[in-house]
């Protein structure tokens, strides 16, 4: 079975810029979750997605923002760069929304903002 | 908001035993779960409890203490590939996983 995949794994982009970052999720895992990693700081969630619905969502500001399909593969956008906005970001998905429930995470995005 | 906390790094030697600890807030706790990170790489998942006791697999385990809002991961004959990043990460009913800030376990020969 293959893993969570993300696509693009490395991006430079600009401050004022927008970006998109692609998951998808390990076959039949309906729940996808995005994190923010920075150096020193633990994981940070972003948003949690089931059934192409936002079930949570972090104290990040505006410019972030995300999505999920009918075959759940998930988007996230960020407008509007800013250089703080350097991390590495993570999806994770999960069979459901069972608080046992593994996360299965993908490699990751790592973006630069120059 | 939830918060735990570990220590940021550990150092053990080869073939020792080490416990990384993780205290958590108590509003709404429901499990702990412990993922590894190895420096470059995706967390993966070790170990989740959501009961009182010591969780056992191969050479890592996983206790949790309710009643102290208190956890620990145990790692036994460690090996050089054991250097990573260990977190703890508190489930609290419907709501996502929190993470800790992370242990930087190195292991030395």
């Known amino acids: 079975k293959a893993g969570v995949t993300q696509t693009p794994r490395y991006l430079i982009k600009t401050r004022g810029q927008q970006v998109t970052l692609s998951c998808s999720p390990i076959?039949?895992?309906?729940?996808v979750s995005w994190y923010q990693q920075t150096p020193g700081q633990g994981l940070q969630f972003l948003f949690e997605y089931f059934s192409e619905t936002q079930r949570n969502k972090g104290n990040f500001p505006g410019r972030f923002s995300g999505r999920q399909f009918s075959n759940s593969r998930s988007e996230m956008n960020v407008s509007t760069l800013e250089l703080g906005d350097s991390a590495l970001y993570l999806c994770a998905s999960s069979l459901s929304r069972q608080n046992s429930d593994e996360q299965f995470f993908g490699p990751g995005t790592r973006l630069t903002v120059l | 908001g939830q918060s735990l906390e570990q220590p940021s790094e550990v150092t053990a030697v080869e073939g020792a035993i080490v416990q990384i600890n993780c205290t958590y807030q108590?509003?709404?706790?429901?499990?702990l779960s412990w993922y590894q990170q190895h420096d470059g790489g995706a967390p993966t998942f070790l170990s989740y409890n959501a009961l009182d006791g010591l969780e056992e697999t191969g050479r890592f385990s996983s206790f949790l203490s309710r009643s102290d809002s208190y956890g620990y991961l145990l790692l036994q004959e460690l090996q050089m590939k054991d250097s990573a990043s260990y977190f703890c990460a508190q489930q609290t009913g419907n709501t996502p996983l929190v993470f800790g800030k992370g242990t930087r376990l190195s292991v030395i020969a």
């Open positions: 108590t509003s709404g706790f429901y499990g």
């Open positions: 076959s039949g895992h309906r729940s």
